[in-house]
């Protein structure tokens, strides 16, 4: 029976000898009654071994465990008066640190369930029948995360905070190697980064070689500053982004020639119809795109997506010499090489700078501005082509555990939340923080 009750408290790792167990359910509560057996005690004052039982006093643990009920260990501890010097103290409570009233597997129990992104505050404290206040506070006094080292190849990128808070937008740094994450800062400010890494000393930041950016010019200027023995690289993704942006904007400029203004869309003009439904033939990889019969409402039929890009791009030819060298420039970006991708560039930012299309021009303008900076895109550490390809994933993951907790009205705890998340590797304090 002992052996029972130990089991479903899970108390088998405390290896207790145990005096006296029971368990009663009062009111949808299980409270588990344990006297733990006699040990030879010495005084903690004096050292004295002879020490006599003065009483017991009753300590009431909440013990969360996988059960329907919350769950109390209702802890008969003994009282020791020591013969020699009179001292009165408490025998070692097993179950949890002095003065907490909560079991230390409950503590370990919220920590491994808040290593989810997915799981709130809320979420876990549902789970293990606490209030919303006492997770935080566990979470609190054991998790504080202290920057790393910084590696050879890291990552600059920001996330969206809140419209309510000080700063919109936080900054997060990345291990572009390991894919982890490095740190967050409250703010993305060129005054406040300045002073974060000027706090990082200069022997350390020498050491970073690479840092991958978005097309920002305060990133750029900080990590020419900071971090002058670093190649500063434009994630090729931004560069494209950029690009595709443009050619949404001729499409959606040819579009609008075509509209009747009707209400329907299977209603309007066919060209308007096309160009509408099928807007991503100009942003999305061809390859990505459905490879069957796509279903045609308007015209009743079904079309290879063969056949509907060449008829998109029969309806205007502006649209066509778009689309063509918006895939030129990808197909470059993709398989370019650093040594040898001189010439092949030039070519192409001399052909968008000289293209009559505006979308274009200032494409080309951008890219010629940049152009050192997305070359340097090409090198590859480790294997692994340079880019901000980790730092999207970890900013995915910290979109979810915004949205999941509605915001966050204290930085420090967000970022400790965040990074004990994504990083599995986060150890937990062994001694709590007051």
């Known amino acids: 029976m002992n052996n029972d009750i130990i089991k479903l408290l899970n108390l088998e790792q405390f290896n207790l000898k145990i005096e006296k167990i029971n368990i009663a359910k009062v009111k949808n509560i299980l409270n588990c009654y344990i006297t733990i057996s006699k040990e030879d005690i010495a005084c903690p004052v004096c050292g004295y071994s002879k020490c006599n039982i003065k009483d017991y006093r009753p300590k009431k643990i909440q013990h969360s465990i996988s059960t329907n009920n919350p769950c ?20 070692r409570n097993p179950f949890s640190k002095t ?15 808040l290593k989810s992104h997915t799981k709130t505050f809320t979420d876990v404290a549902t789970d293990m029948f606490l209030s919303t206040t006492t ?75 690479y840092i991958v950016i978005d097309m920002w010019d ?38 609008k020639k075509y509209d009747n203004k009707n209400d329907s869309l299977e209603t309007n003009d066919i060209y308007y119809y096309m160009l509408k439904k099928f807007h991503y033939f100009f942003i999305k990889e061809y390859d990505d795109i459905y490879d069957g019969k796509i279903k045609i409402p308007k015209l009743k039929t079904k ?17 066509k010499y778009a689309y ?35 979308e274009f021009r200032d494409f080309g303008l951008l890219i010629a501005r940049w152009k050192p900076y997305i070359k340097n895109s090409f090198i590859r550490v480790n294997g692994k082509r340079l880019s901000n390809g980790p730092m999207e994933g970890i900013n995915s993951r910290i979109k979810t555990i915004i949205k999941g907790a509605n915001g966050f009205k204290n930085f420090y705890r967000f970022r400790n939340r965040v990074i004990y998340s994504i990083n599995k590797d986060v150890p937990i304090l062994g001694t709590p923080k007051k």
């Open 324 to 358: 063509y060298l918006k895939e030129r420039y990808r197909e470059f970006s993709l398989t370019a090489k650093y040594d040898t991708c001189d010439n092949e560039f030039n070519e192409l930012i001399n052909e968008f700078q000289n293209s009559h299309l505006e």
């Open 218 to 255: 305060t990133y750029r200027d900080l990590a020419t500053i900071y971090f002058p023995k670093a190649l500063i690289v434009v994630d090729s993704f931004h560069v494209i982004k950029h690009l595709n942006e443009a050619i949404i904007s001729i499409r959606i400029k040819i579009m």
């Open 99 to 113: 003065f907490d009233k909560t079991s230390t597997y409950t503590i370990v129990s919220v920590l491994n369930k």
């Open 135 to 209: 997770v935080i506070k566990i979470f609190d006094q054991y998790v504080d995360f202290k920057r790393p080292p910084l590696p050879e190849v890291i990552c600059f990128d920001e996330v969206y905070l809140s419209r309510k808070s000080n700063y919109k937008y936080a900054f997060v740094m990345a291990d572009f190697i390991n894919c982890k994450l490095l740190d967050i800062y409250y703010s993305r400010h060129k005054d406040r980064l300045s002073q974060y890494f000027y706090k990082i000393k200069a022997s350390e930041r020498n050491n970073v070689h």
């Open 303 to 319: 079309w290879h997506k063969d056949e509907i890009r060449k008829y998109l791009l029969s309806i205007d030819e502006d649209l």
């Open 72 to 91: 109390f260990i209702i802890y008969n501890a003994r009282r020791y008066k020591c013969t020699c010097c009179g001292n009165i103290f408490y025998e």
